[in-house]
């Protein structure tokens, strides 16, 4: 859901998102700087100064000095803080923006990530991975937008060659059948017919009944 249309911008909603989501995760420290939050969110340093004040002015934010620096921080008692906190929290969704990362990347053949990545208030999970990818992949890259894709949550992770899987999957290697049978599994690439391969062996092991005819 696009909210910088309710919201006014798309900078004002960027702040106002990371502020709630850390606050959430228990990462919000004891503030965020002007040059801490343009480099984290991307954004022009005018930009920011300016929604920051805008901020402030509603009674949203607060601020205080220390070090010479200028920190923000969420005011808790804002007569509206739980409203827009909840706005957040609904609407948070960083699937998406995994999908955007892999869009293009011709040496990527699947991608899985597990829906629950999107509760932010859930406790830890016992998910094997979180993310499980095929393909040519650099790890500095992915983990840098991992932190930012997720303001600092700790998100596991697994690259594969294709070959090595394939190997594996022949196998049937506990490790990769496990991964891809984790309940909340979601494809968001599959050029190799993963899915397909997994529901022919349930089907053919009894776990599910056959396909129905294509009409």
Known sequence: MNLSKLFGSKSRTKILEKFVIE??????????FIRELCRDLDE??????RELINLE???ILRSREENKKKFYYLDKHCPIFHEISDIFLKTYDPIGPIEEFFKGRKNISLVTVSEGLKDLLA????????VFVLGELDRIEFNNFLEKAFFGRKIKYAVMS??????????????ILSILGQKDI?????????????????????RLPPLPPVS
Do not use: H, M, T, W
């Not at 606050?23 to 503030?31: I, L, P, Q």
């Not at 022009?44 to 100064?49: A, E, L, T, W």
């Not at 968001?188 to 391969?197: A, Q, S, Y």
């Open 186 to 206: 979601k494809f968001l690439r599959d050029k190799i017919g993963v899915r397909e391969l997994l529901a022919e062996r349930a089907i053919a092991e009894g």
């Open 23 to 32: 606050n959430v995760s228990g990462n919000s420290k004891a503030g965020f």
């Open 162 to 175: 294709q070959e090595d899987f394939e190997s594996r999957l022949e196998y049937n290697d506990k490790l």
């Open 57 to 59: 002015d509603l009674g």
């Open 123 to 130: 406790a830890p999970s016992n998910r094997i991975v979180d």
């Open 44 to 49: 022009q340093i005018n930009s920011v100064r």
